[in-house]
């Protein structure tokens, strides 16, 4: 059983139809990264995945008692308001110091336990916000564009270490990005959105799907070539691109 299965999905608000008839699974240990254009519904598609806009139509199924840990894009914390990173962690959880811990060290950022949330880098920031959504062990990540304002160094070095939590807890994700040279190669599976699925499948085939490339250009493939690696964990995906 997928751990999150959505079929026939529309969502709209008045008669202005955002996304249409969209259908998505996401099963256990999987990356699946959603891109798509400005206005495509990639976040409307996400709201009603979480509940937090209705669907107009079709159903979106959870395995019962799933834990899902949310990664928003960049938060905003007054500079002013003095807080250390435990602090923050432990605002909305409460759990101990040693959890804190463990969570940061699994963001890749073991150090930071005491400091200061207004003296973090960009990318430390958006470690804390992940360490944050690993603090309850999830099933599932959710990441909504949450590498906005990183480099693209900075991006690259965030979505390995999504794929090390995964590797190491065997949670799924499902992402967000505008990243696509970087998050292509990170993801197990692409789908791209233009208010309906344009295309879907593994990484190198949807950069060489003729829909996507209609979207975004033939750049992307020499791109993604830079910085494809290898996966070596052995999921069973559909590799094939559908319209
Ligand atoms: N609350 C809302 N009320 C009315 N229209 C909305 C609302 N939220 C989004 N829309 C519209 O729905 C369409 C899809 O928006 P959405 O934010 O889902 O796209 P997106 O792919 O996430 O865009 P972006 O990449 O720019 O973040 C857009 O035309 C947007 O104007």
Do not use: W
């Amino acid at each position: 059983m997928s751990l999150v299965s959505v079929k026939n999905l529309s969502v709209a608000y008045g008669a202005h139809i955002v996304v249409r008839n969209v259908s998505l699974s996401l099963d256990a240990g999987e990356i699946v990264t959603i891109v798509g254009p400005n206005g495509s519904g990639k976040t409307s598609l996400f709201r009603a995945i979480i509940g937090a806009t209705p669907s107009a139509n079709g159903s979106i199924n959870m395995k019962p008692g799933l834990k899902i840990g949310y990664v928003p894009q960049r938060i905003h914390i007054d500079r002013t308001l003095p807080i250390t990173v435990g602090r923050f962690m432990r605002l909305t959880d409460r759990v101990d110091i040693a959890t804190c811990e463990g969570a940061l060290e699994a963001a890749g950022v073991p150090d930071l336990l005491k400091r200061q949330m207004s003296q973090l880098s960009g990318g430390q920031f958006q470690r804390v916000l992940l360490a944050r959504a690993l603090l309850n062990r999830p099933d599932v990540l959710l990441l909504d564009e949450a590498t906005q304002g990183l480099d693209q160094p900075g991006s690259a070095a965030f979505y390995l270490q999504i794929e090390a939590v995964r590797n190491e807890t065997g949670c799924a994700v499902l992402m967000i990005s505008h990243d696509l040279h970087v998050v292509m190669s990170a993801s197990d599976r692409v789908v791209c959105l233009n208010g309906h699925v344009c295309c879907e499948g593994a990484p190198a085939v949807v950069a060489s799907a003729p829909q996507y490339r209609a979207l975004f250009g033939a750049g992307t493939g020499g791109a993604l070539a830079l910085y494809r690696h290898d996966h070596d964990h052995d999921h069973d995906h559909q590799h094939e691109a559908a319209e």
